[in-house]
């Protein structure tokens, strides 16, 4: 039965067809039911389903539960499902995200960048949360996240890296060179306060910007830092 989405849930929804398209091709054992909605004109989500026998729910109950503001005429329910950190690769490290849309935006960034390992330090934003999953565009499926209760939590399960915070009071990051020979993990504060000063005893770097604006959205700052990893 379709309900409102809760954090302690172990279901979570994919809202749009692009979305639901992603669950499908990349999560298909975590798929529970394809919803939609008579007023939907993509088959391709259904012929989808039905090839992986995913069960397909007509009607317009479970939107107006679940989306009733938007436009949105297709749903995939799914089972939430863990991943690990990939050791061996580059890692984006959130501390504390607040911001569902800044979470999915940063996820979706990641899988294009080829950084999709994130660490995501607590309290912060639920990844699998509606609003966040909508936000990747689907890319939280194809991604590896993991939650943490504290930044040394982080560092005692992946040790030997190094660590580049992002803080207004570092170094320039224009400067800032990478080695392939290395493993990065990537850290960036909370939309609101950024990281804590005890960050810049690792060597903290800045994006350098004009005078005009105070600081730049994390998910526009996290992206500009993963495609220069991305080059090297």
Known sequence: MVKRYKKEDNISYALGATVAMELLNNRPECV?????????????????????????????????????????????????????????????????????????????AALAFDCGNIAVIRPAVDYFDPKTVRASMGAVFSVNVMMFDSFEDYEKSFPNRVIVPFMLSGEPFGKK????????????????????????????????????????NLSVAASIAMYKLSVV
């Not at 389903?49 to 799914?78: Q, T, Y």
């Not at 290395?182 to 060597?203: C, D, I, M």
């Open 32 to 108: 529970r039911t394809v919803y939609i909605s008579p007023k939907s004109d993509v088959d391709a989500v259904a012929k989808k389903a039905r090839e992986l026998g995913v069960n397909i729910v007509e009607g317009d109950k479970a939107f107006n539960i679940l989306s009733p503001k938007e436009n949105c005429f297709v749903i995939g329910e799914f089972d939430k499902f863990d991943t690990r950190l990939d050791e061996d690769k580059n890692h984006v490290v959130l501390v504390n995200p607040s911001n569902a849309g800044n979470l999915g935006t940063v996820i979706r």
């Open 177 to 216: 060179s990478f080695s392939r020979d290395k493993r990065y993990s990537l850290v960036f504060g909370n939309e609101a306060t950024g990281l804590p000063k005890e960050f810049e005893k690792y060597g903290a770097v800045r994006i350098e910007q004009s005078d005009k604006v105070d600081s730049l």
